[in-house]
T-cell receptor, first 119, second 114 residues
Framework: GAVVSQHPSWVICKSGTSVKIECRSL??????MFWYRQFPKQSLMLMAT?????????EQGVEKDKFLINHASLTLSTLTVTSAHPEDSSFYIC???????????????FGPGTRLTVL | SQQGEEDPQALSIQEGENATMNCSYK?????LQWYRQNSGRGLVHLIL?????REKHSGRLRVTLDTSKKSSSLLITASRAADTASYFC??????????????FGQGTTLQVKP
């Protein structure tokens, strides 16, 4: 299957700082990338859909000014958590879709996730 | 928003036994997929079943889909300790087109004891 990487795998920051998470599709060009948030022992919550070259589409209740998404190329999307607070501590997962490698309709390829801890 | 409900929330079995997880959803779908997540990791795609299919097999996995009841089941036969993970169903809602958008269920945590 296609490979998606995320960087960093974990990050600890102080309250009020901004954190950038990168999501890369390593061996294919992803037309769409998705960003999810997952709290312990819970399911994935879709935060936003990111299409290359256009503004991200945010799910209801997700603050677009707090979670900035940039999809500058077909292989890279970034999520910036601005002015992070302890309640933003979570596991953030990206996935990539498209580019001819989604042999199954709507199959997404997931990154390994980034664990954010805000002190 | 979450649209899938899964049961049981947690399942503990002995190695060699079969594990069955169920998923229900609310809206009409194009397809339903099952994913696996090891603790603290990303998700791995297991199997996809289209809305016009009723059953699908892949190795030790068997998935059924009942669109009239808006439900699906995942059966893992002859379980192994390495199958210990969380399992999520995800649906591609009709109207999502070719966007790739998926809605995930709550997940079932499976523990297989050696």
């Amino acid at each position: 299957g296609a490979v998606v990487s995320q960087h960093p795998s974990w990050v600890i920051c102080k309250s009020g700082t901004s954190v950038k998470i990168e999501c890369r599709s390593l061996d294919f060009q992803a037309t769409t990338m998705f960003w999810y948030r997952q709290f312990p022992k819970q399911s994935l919550m879709l935060m936003a859909t990111s299409n290359e070259g256009s503004k991200a589409t945010y799910e209801q209740g997700v603050e677009k000014d707090k979670f900035l998404i940039n999809h500058a190329s077909l292989t890279l999307s970034t999520l910036t958590v601005t002015s992070a607070h302890p309640e933003d501590s979570s596991f953030y997962i990206c996935s990539a879709f498209g580019g001819g490698v989604s042999s199954s309709y709507n199959e997404q390829f997931f990154g390994p996730g980034t664990r954010l801890t805000v002190l | 928003s979450q649209q899938g409900e899964e049961d049981p929330q947690a399942l503990s079995i002995q190695e060699g036994e079969n594990a069955t997880m169920n998923c229900s959803y609310k809206t009409s779908i194009n397809n339903l997929q099952w994913y696996r997540q090891n603790s603290g990791r990303g998700l791995v795609h297991l199997i996809l079943i289209r809305s016009n299919e009723r059953e699908k097999h892949s190795g030790r996995l068997r998935v059924t889909l009942d669109t009239s009841k808006k439900s699906s089941s995942l059966l893992i036969t002859a379980s192994r300790a390495a199958d210990t993970a969380s399992y999520f169903c995800a649906t591609a809602p009709i109207g999502s087109g070719n966007t790739g958008k998926l809605i995930f269920g709550q997940g079932t945590t499976l523990q297989v004891k050696p």
